[in-house]
């Protein structure tokens, strides 16, 4: 009974929208400067379909099957977006001509792009997520990618490999870490502007898509203006110099642009950081008829940059937080020991097919290079970063046997007098006579040189003005050569290839002395396959709409060793075990429109996701070892919006809810736990997480000249579970005798949950104002508050192996619940203020388009930090309560300090 009178209910409802009066709305849509036609705007009314102007005059007509009040939004690449409230209930309406204004705020996504290419992102680093978000008009996004993006906010507390990216349809987060890798496209702003975002379980027309949200770059040269774009950025970021330079054109069917640039520094705002970038960018599209074009598309994208390090609050009283202790100079001239550099180039064909029910792009692309990490090794020989714990001063406070507060006045003065890394003592050395041309310390690089092949297709059928179908799929195929690389001997004549830990072999077949360019350490390769397909119905009527979209995938990873290791003779060589995930998932949504002005839309979303290849081979360096019981990630999320557009109001208010369960994390240190002191693999099963928050954005139009906003984001995002720890001793694979022949000890669950996730702030609040001169200057201000930001915990610390002592193999005495839930507080950073400023001009002077933007980021200087991580070396309760007695500790939290005054100046000439 209830299922006929619902399926009456919306049968009747569709026969009432056929029968209704149309209305129609027209227009035209032009630059207000110049006068043209802008092609390819996007104009919408809430529950129509969205329309684009025609290419020769700008005219548009839109249909509307139900009279009322409505808000029409007209959206354009480089444009300000335009709103215009319309009431239909008279008949048809005319606008006549709608003239839109150049958006010179589109160069903050330059400012954007210098934050994601940060040496921030470094593995051991946060990772932002605010790369996507250039996309979307948003005003809650455009805040948390350009004002609270400085302390390394995250959207719902989410990670960037919780949005999908696509370039041309094609997949481009990795499968190593999930994560995009926007330095592949680095640099060439002018043809990835062009994006498609869906922001959360919003439904996209090109993927099932992540909980954060889609992105598809186009890189068609037919959807880029004509004409020679020329500009050129100062800033004193991460790169000091920008140029670029890009050129499209066409005639008869064939399409074709070209862009290039360059980025450079000696230094960024970091000490030390160098920075050199180099992108080029060639596609061309040829249109054969209406319904069939192809599409050509070259990347060439070259990053070289010096990466820098977080330090104790020991280390920053001493020195500052622009200090960076990577780098030293070396005949007059910067070296930094932790330089990293990404070649990746990509090539892609499309096929594009266009009907009037049918949108079909089937896209191939391989993608090679590789992404490399430099860094010093020693062996036998003394740590040479000046920051080391026994090159401290805490160290003589913290001493088991007493403070010795000379030593440590000492270890000061020398620390003040030589802060940096000192290349000629490496060389020294190398260069004793007792070394006898062995190497003491190297440069070597850590390097992955990936093989990806992807072949894609995606479809858009329109059955009518109610039903829309999206599908597709992708495969991709990826071969992953990972090892390490003697870069430079440092003076040394060559490098025995043994661990300084165990004295046995890294590579048994291979000769044991190994020069510049031989591979070393390690060598290993990944193999993985994903197969993926997704479908989506939507579903569209003048009073609600919905979608529902179901996604299948399958992901295949195996490794095989390519040297035989001394310490794993078993399991280092070959090929290991393949390991298959099967996963699915589906999402739905639904909005319903009170009128054209106010709406509200809910959406679900209930998946699974198998892990990236680096948190399921537990130390595939050295052996084929997996995780146990390795499960998929499971997330089930929901939010709720509300979202309002009246004439001068504008804005969103969201709640959100999302539960992580079955993550697998594999980390890297040494400790000195209750069961032992090594070089370890760290590895948590049974993980979850809980997220969940508000979002509120809103613009309100005070006049035609100033606007005002309001950003706010409330979030609470804690671990929701206590997870299980398993430990790997780094040498125990050479002792057949120990606890087991891998090396495994099992430590139980860690005791974390209800501690705070380190996401970034999880408090955020932005107050704006911007003034928009009639003679086309403007300048803006946003007063930002962060806060409840946490230092990312200690897992460790968190199990029954903490209260051991290692000499006795019993409880210490004084591990009380009291002590070690002091010892243990999660340390919350503090809250800070941030008051940062844009403006801009621009004009027309013979045809020629000109424009200046500026933008100053934390204009009263403020200090703070973005994030941080407390240092697992001190495994025991009673290691760790000695080191903090002195309130000091050599083992302390360690943090990334946010840049301070900062600029960026961009000026751009088109015609």
Do not use: C
Request: charged share 20%; hydrophobic share 35%; glycine share 8%.
């Amino acid at each position: 009974m209830k299922n006929g009178l619902a399926i009456s209910f919306f049968l009747l409802q569709g026969i009432w929208s056929y029968a209704q009066e149309i209305y129609y709305v027209k227009g035209f849509v032009k630059d207000m400067v110049t006068q043209e036609t802008i092609e390819y705007a996007k104009i919408e009314i809430l529950g129509s379909t969205p329309v684009q102007p025609d290419p020769m005059d700008g005219s548009f007509v839109i249909s509307l099957k139900q009279s009322g009040n409505y808000i029409l939004s007209i959206t354009a690449q480089d444009y300000l977006i335009k709103r215009i409230p319309i009431s239909m209930d008279k008949g048809d309406l005319d606008l006549g001509i709608i003239y839109l204004d150049r958006d010179i705020v589109q160069e903050k996504t330059d400012n954007l792009i210098t934050l994601t290419d940060a040496d921030l992102l470094e593995d051991e680093s946060i990772s932002m997520t605010s790369g996507m978000l250039q996309a979307t008009k948003d005003i809650f996004l455009s805040r948390a990618a350009f004002d609270f993006g400085q302390a390394f906010f995250r959207v719902r507390g989410y990670g960037s490999e919780n949005g999908i990216i696509l370039l041309n349809g094609i997949p481009m987060n990795k499968l190593m870490d999930g994560r995009p890798q926007w330095n592949n496209w680095g640099g060439l702003n002018d043809v990835t502007r062009n994006q498609e975002f869906s922001y959360g379980l919003q439904a996209s027309d090109y993927s099932f898509g992540g909980i954060l949200g889609t992105t598809n770059i186009n890189t068609r040269p037919s959807s880029f203006r004509k004409g020679m774009r020329l500009s050129s950025s100062a800033s004193n970021r991460t790169y000091a110099g920008r140029i670029m330079a890009t050129y499209s054109s066409g005639q008869k069917g064939i399409n074709y642009s070209v862009s290039a640039s360059r980025r450079w520094a000696k230094e960024g705002y970091i000490d030390g950081t160098l920075y050199d970038a180099y992108s080029l960018f060639g596609a061309v599209e040829y249109k054969w008829n209406d319904a069939h074009s192809i599409n050509l598309t070259g990347i060439w994208a070259h990053n070289r940059r010096g990466s820098s390090s977080a330090i104790t609050e020991e280390v920053f009283h001493l020195v500052g937080k622009t200090y960076n202790p990577y780098w030293g100079t070396q005949n007059g001239k910067i070296r930094n020991a932790r330089e990293r550099k990404i070649v990746e180039p990509i090539f892609m064909f499309n096929h594009y097919y266009n009907s009037k029910k049918l949108n079909l792009n089937t896209a191939v692309s391989y993608q090679f290079g590789t992404i490399s990490k430099g860094r010093l090794g020693y062996y036998n020989s003394p740590n040479p970063d000046k920051t080391y714990y026994r090159y401290l001063p805490s160290y003589y406070i913290n001493s088991p046997i007493g403070a010795n507060f000379i030593a440590a006045n000492m270890a000061k003065e020398g620390f003040l007098e030589n802060p940096q890394l000192n290349w000629n003592n490496l060389y020294q050395a190398n260069s004793s006579l007792s070394l006898q041309g062995k190497a003491a310390y190297i440069y070597y690089d850590d390097t992955y040189k990936d093989l990806q092949f992807n072949v894609a297709t995606i479809g858009n059928y329109t059955l009518n003005d109610h039903l829309k179908i999206d599908f597709g799929g992708h495969y991709t195929n990826l071969d992953s050569d990972n090892y390490a690389e003697i870069n430079d001997l440092l003076g040394a004549e060559y490098h025995e290839d043994i661990d300084p830990f165990s004295n046995t072999k890294n590579d048994l077949d291979g000769g044991l002395n190994k020069v510049t360019s031989n591979l070393f350490n390690y060598h290993y390769n990944i193999k993985a396959e994903v197969y993926d397909a997704f479908a989506q119905i939507n579903l569209r009527y003048p009073k609600w709409e919905g979608f529902l979209g179901v996604n299948y995938a399958s992901t295949n990873y195996q490794r095989e060793g390519k040297f035989r290791n001394e310490r794993f003779l078993n399991t280092s060589f070959g090929k290991g075990g393949e390991l298959e995930f099967s996963n699915f998932g589906f999402k739905a949504g639904y909005t319903y429109k009170f009128s054209g002005r106010h709406w509200v839309a809910l959406n679900g979303a209930y998946l699974t996701k198998p892990p990236v290849y680096q948190n399921v081979f537990i130390n595939p360096r050295e052996n084929n070892q997996l995780v146990n019981d390795i499960q998929s990630e499971t997330i089930t999320t929901t939010d709720l919006n509300y979202y309002i557009r009246l004439p001068n109001l504008t804005g969103r208010l969201s709640g959100y809810y999302t539960r992580f369960q079955n993550i697998t994390d594999i980390n890297f240190f040494f400790v000195d736990a209750g069961v032992g002191s090594d070089f370890v693999q760290e590895v948590l099963t049974d993980l979850d997480e809980l997220h969940l928050g508000t979002e509120l954005g809103l613009e309100y139009q005070l006049s035609s000249a100033v606007k005002l906003s309001l950003v706010a984001s409330v979030g609470k995002y804690l671990y929701a579970s206590d997870p299980y720890v398993t430990i790997n001793f780094d040498t125990a694979g050479a002792e057949e005798d120990i606890l087991n022949p891998e090396g495994n000890i099992d430590l139980g669950v860690a005791k974390v949950k209800d501690y705070k996730l380190s996401q970034g702030p999880q408090k955020a609040f932005a107050l704006g104002v911007e003034y928009r001169d009639p003679k086309y200057w403007w300048i803006g201000a946003t007063a930002n508050y962060l806060g409840n930001n946490y230092a990312g915990i200690s897992t460790i610390t968190r199990t029954q192996s903490f209260y051991l002592n290692p000499e006795t193999g019993t409880t210490f005495p004084d591990a009380t619940e009291e002590n070690v839930e002091s010892l243990l507080f999660q340390n919350k950073l503090d809250n800070f203020y941030l008051l940062n400023m844009v403006g801009g001009k621009s004009w027309l002077k013979k045809g020629r388009y000109i424009s200046v933007f500026a933008s100053i980021n934390n204009v009263f200087d403020t200090v703070f930090r973005t994030g941080g991580y407390e240092q697992s070396r001190n495994g025991n309760f009673g290691q760790l309560q000695q080191d903090n007695l002195s309130g000091n500790p050599s083992f302390a939290a360690k943090y990334w300090y946010g840049f301070g005054r900062t600029y960026f100046i961009n000026f751009a000439i088109s015609f």
